[in-house]
């Protein structure tokens, strides 16, 4: 179960790593990943999680998906009246782990969301693929954003983290397919991405307002996210044409 021994600070901003135990994937298919999406919102809340009635809340969920193949759970569609113990800002699911932008709302609201999230996702996962165990890291990483300027590093860092999926060491040598990196970005559902910039993926699992503010709307989002790209694709070029290090 993630542990964090320091308390974190009510009503600041954090940017949250949960990782796989021993680097073992934490998704093994989509399905996998729509009942990640599911804990986002059903672990958020300071009430006492009921397993019973959380099992039936996710088989609800599954129907709902096979049917619409959207965010489904009506749940998720309506006024959350919950006491929410965080505010979940960015979100991307990698295969071993997950990057979070949280902002915590009550004392301990981090750590118990981490817990409650971490736990629920072992409990439905080792049952589904038939294993026992831990499924992530004892300890999660959580970084204060301490200034803007930090949150658009890290805003645009997190939601570009799935490039590694189809050019992987892209962060050090570069992007060589600068507009397929573009597209993966803008049509991967596991991350807030889309959200941000207008696109309904998973509107009611993230608080963008204030983000949105601080980016500078949809459109300063996607300045910002390709500006990063464009640089990526530059600096592949640059490295082919240096050619091959020599000793």
Request: glycine content about 8%; overall charge positive; cysteine-free.
């Amino acid at each position: 179960m993630p542990i964090r021994k320091t308390d974190l600070i009510n009503g600041e901003i954090y940017h949250v790593i949960m990782r796989g135990v021993d680097g073992r994937q934490i998704f093994m298919d989509d399905e996998d990943r729509w009942y990640g999406i599911f804990g986002l919102y059903e672990f958020n809340t300071t009430e006492a999680i009921v397993i019973r009635r959380q099992r039936e809340k996710r088989e609800k969920f599954k129907k709902e998906l096979k049917s619409r193949k959207g965010p489904a759970s009506a749940d998720l569609e309506q006024p959350d009246k919950r006491t929410r113990l965080v505010d979940v800002l960015a979100f991307t699911f990698m295969s071993n782990h997950i990057h979070l932008l949280l902002k915590q709302l009550v004392p301990g609201g981090i750590t118990a969301f981490i817990q409650k999230f971490g736990t629920g996702r072992a409990m439905h996962f080792n049952k589904r693929h038939k294993r026992k165990g831990t499924l992530f890291q004892s300890r999660f990483d959580a970084r204060l954003i301490n200034n803007d300027e930090y949150l658009k590093t890290v805003f645009v860092y997190i939601h570009t983290n799935p490039i590694s999926l189809i050019e992987p060491g892209w962060k050090e040598k570069g992007i060589v397919d600068l507009a397929k990196a573009k597209e993966f970005l803008e049509t991967y559902r596991w991350s807030s991405y889309p959200d941000y910039l207008g696109k309904k993926n998973f509107p009611s699992i993230t608080e963008r307002d204030f983000v949105l503010e601080v980016m500078g709307g949809f459109d300063g989002v996607r300045l910002f996210v390709d500006y990063w790209l464009d640089y990526k694709h530059y600096l592949s070029g640059k490295l082919a044409e240096a050619g091959p290090l020599r000793s």
